[in-house]
Every structure is written in C-alpha cells, then in structure tokens.
C-alpha cells in the first residue's frame, strides 16, 4: 500500500511574484495555447498550491483494483499514454482497440491510428486569446465543459515533440472501462448522439460538449486520473489537481517515454 501526503506551505508573497509574471506570460503568448500550457512551469504550484489551498493536506491510498489491474502473466493488454503538455493532460489510445459500442464518436475520425481525449472548461479550451481573467474564471467557478479529441497517426513522441508522455498496459476490462469513463463524459441527446461543437486546436480534432461542469479542484488533470482509476490503476484522482501530480503518481505504474522537467 502506498501512502501520498501532499503538505502545501503559505507562502503569500510568492503568490503575487508568480501571479504577475504568470498574466505577462499570458500576454507575451497571445494565441499560442499550447505554448500558453507551458507557463504552468512556475504557476501550477502557485496559482493552485498557494492562492486556492494554502494548506492543504490529503492522504491516500493508491493500490489497484485487483479484478482490473494489473495485466497478469500472458494476459492479453491494451495500451493508454498519459501526455502531460504542462498545465493540462490528455489520455490517447490506439483507435482500433476502441469498442465502436461503447463509444461510437470514433467513427468521427476514420483514418486515425491514435486519438488524444482531453476534458476541460469550454471557454479556457476554446478561446482565440488566453487571458488572465479567463484563467481565473476557469479556475474559481463552476463553467461549461467540453471534450477535445485528436485523431493522428505519427509517433507520439513526433506528435507531441515536448511533452511528457507515459505508457500504462491495462487489461482488456480495464481498458473497456477507460473508455466507458471517456463515452459518459460525452453530453448526448435523446437518441444517444454527442454534440459536435467544432474544430478543435490542433490537428485533425473537434470538440464535444461534455457532461458536468469544470472547477477547481475538479480540473481536467482530475478527470484523467480518474479515468485511469476505473481502469484499475492505483492512482489518487482527488490529488491529481495539476499535470505534475498525474505524471508523479503514473510514474509509479507505467512505463516512462519521456518526462519534460
């Protein structure tokens, strides 16, 4: 059994510093979004650890959920990476080991080898121009959310050229069960349909309006972790709040591609 303690000191001052340089790093990026990710280098820990939590102690136990993980002996597997691009995480998958059944919007992107699922606030996400104001609105109070998915076919590591990238090996139970977390987050009318709200940011990829609404803590990188813990994983969701802390705890069980500092 492993024990996390998260103790976050009160260092008010550093608050402000980091908050300043965090809202010119904003202006400076204008419309680069994911190079707007890469600010959460200084901010993550500040914006969350100091200015929402203050003190902030949560313990817990990470083991696995035995029937689901993890993958025994010649036990056959299917794969998931966790992506960290510095503020946010996404899960990507392999399409073809997808059950069309469970989620059917992967026929939205036919020739695709891999897909990148991402859930998050739906004004942060699909602004033209990341501002302060929005990031705290993101943050602070109960939003709209959305899901991103990217359907592509390069190698991870060529796809996502500076991110940090994890792979997981999952059971087959286990794996239907991420992506049942991944169809249910998907807002669907009557008839079962998800509502396509668009292009997405990069590549070939549309958003969906999502279920549920998006505030701290309940962030995008709590959303993954808690895929990965219904697909068995010992992983803390409740602690996962920022990229960091997803990419710390995975480490523990997966296989590690890279891991940007």
Known sequence: MKTTTIV???QVSAVFKNMRWGIDCVREQGEDWLGFLKWNRKMRFSLFGYVVCLLFICGGCATPIQELFPVRGQSPSRTVYVVSHGWHTGLVVLRDDIPADLWPEIADFPNARYLEIGWGDEGFYRAEKITAPLCLKAALLPTPSVMHVVGFDQPL???FPTSSIIQVELTE???????Q????????DDWGQAESLGRGIYG???????????YFPKTCNVWTARGLRKAGCP?????AVNAGNVISQTRDFGHVIRDVK
């Open 204 to 214: 070939n990829s549309q958003f969906y309006r999502a279920n549920g609404s998006y």
């Open 181 to 188: 977390h991944i169809s249910d987050a998907h807002a669907r």
């Open 157 to 159: 590591e060529e796809f």
């Open 8 to 10: 976050v000191p009160i």
């Open 235 to 239: 992983i803390v969701p409740s602690i």
């Open 173 to 179: 139970a286990g794996f239907d069960e991420l992506c």
